[in-house]
């Protein structure tokens, strides 16, 4: 396994790289698993990053982190950066409005409303207050 520190616009992640097969990657962002896909074959000794520019990828985390269920198929809000979850303003159950704001974050040293894009019922809360998030990651579900 192999450990690299990385610090995207002010925020320090600990990515530990578990196994490389192909174009699948197992690693784990500050202690949760994720499976990423990378647009090219890696081998095993070439885990290192040509690049200072943050990793467009698409993760989903694996194991027993994230349980499937008929709630995921809702309207997903994800971090539009990465960054640290400052506040969570809603709860499983809650009904919510497109332009409310349900998730305050810091990123780049900047605190950022993060709204719904729709109107419904909260159905899944995925973060919490002190979390840090990658850009990308499904923060709220709204069904």
């Avoid at 019922?121 to 579900?141: A, H, Q, W, Y």
């Amino acid at each position: 396994m192999k450990n690299f520190k990385f610090k995207i616009n002010g925020t320090e992640y600990s990515v530990d790289i578990n196994e490389v097969e192909g174009q699948e990657i197992s690693l784990d962002v500050n202690g949760t698993p994720y499976k990423v896909t990378v647009d090219k074959e890696m081998k095993k000794t070439q885990v290192v990053m040509q690049t200072r520019k943050a990793p467009q990828v698409a993760a989903a985390p694996s194991g027993d982190v994230q349980k499937s269920s008929p709630a995921s198929a809702g309207s997903k809000v994800t971090t539009p950066l990465p960054g640290t979850i400052l506040d969570v303003f809603v709860n499983v159950g809650d009904k919510v409005k497109a332009g409310q704001t349900v998730v305050l974050l810091e990123a780049m040293k900047m605190e950022n409303n993060i709204e719904a894009d729709v109107e419904g019922t909260v159905t899944e809360v995925k973060v919490r207050k002190g979390d840090s998030v990658l850009e990308g990651d499904v923060m709220v579900v709204i069904g």
